[in-house]
């Protein structure tokens, strides 16, 4: 994969060649009509403005210390969006995100509900995570339901480690009955055990985030 680090690239597909100008951003990646950015560890609390921000269908955004991602909003043709470390209290910032086919959160700690998710109904994968250092402390997010999860037509794999509703029951995970996989971690093994059983649900690995080459 080739990354470019100047703040100019020239985009081709289908021998249409379009000079773009992106501001500030650390990679970005070329593949046929892809084009993805990447914001890694930016110290910077304010998130660059997003410029040809139609262009831009995947981004990776790694542990920087924005205080919001509401440039995200106006990326409508993003379809892939990796996350270490959500600022957000919400998922708002996503709502005319509505092409979103993957979205990987790990540490979301502000978060406490997931009804801005129901919009996103080109979800095909997501997972949310918390910090695998928090593993050894047993720390959780806890959301209020998983219900809005259940409103998205073609959800198909699901991962959510440390990530809890606040009452936790076969009923509440039965909402995914109709999954291809559902993996869940820091839930009671009593219920998963049931859940799997009695539903026909792999516990397989969603698919990861990656740029098609």
Request: hydrophobic share 40%.
């Amino acid at each position: 994969m080739k990354f470019v680090t100047n703040e100019s690239f020239r985009k081709t597909s289908n021998a249409v060649v379009k000079n773009v100008r992106l501001a500030r951003y650390k990679h970005v990646s070329l593949q046929g009509s892809i084009v993805h950015i990447e914001f890694m560890r930016d110290k910077s609390r304010d998130m660059p403005i997003i410029e040809n921000r139609l262009e831009i269908t995947s981004m990776t955004i790694w542990h920087c210390n924005y205080l919001s991602f509401s440039q995200l909003s106006k990326c409508t043709n993003l379809e892939q969006l990796n996350v270490a470390t959500l600022p957000e209290g919400d998922f708002n910032f996503l709502l005319k995100c509505n092409s979103l086919k993957f979205l990987s959160i790990t540490h979301l700690p502000n978060i406490s509900n997931l009804d801005s998710l129901s919009g996103l109904l080109e979800l095909e994968t997501l997972s949310l995570s918390t910090l695998p250092s928090w593993d050894a402390w047993g720390k959780k997010t806890f959301v209020h339901t998983l219900e809005p999860l259940a409103k998205l037509p073609k959800l198909k794999f699901l991962e959510l480690f440390g990530v809890l509703p606040e009452a936790v029951s076969l009923e509440s995970l039965s909402i995914f009955q109709h999954l291809e996989s559902a993996r869940f971690s820091k839930y009671p093994k009593k219920i998963l055990n049931q859940f799997y059983k009695q539903f026909e649900v792999s516990d397989n690995c969603a698919p990861e985030f990656e740029i098609a080459s």
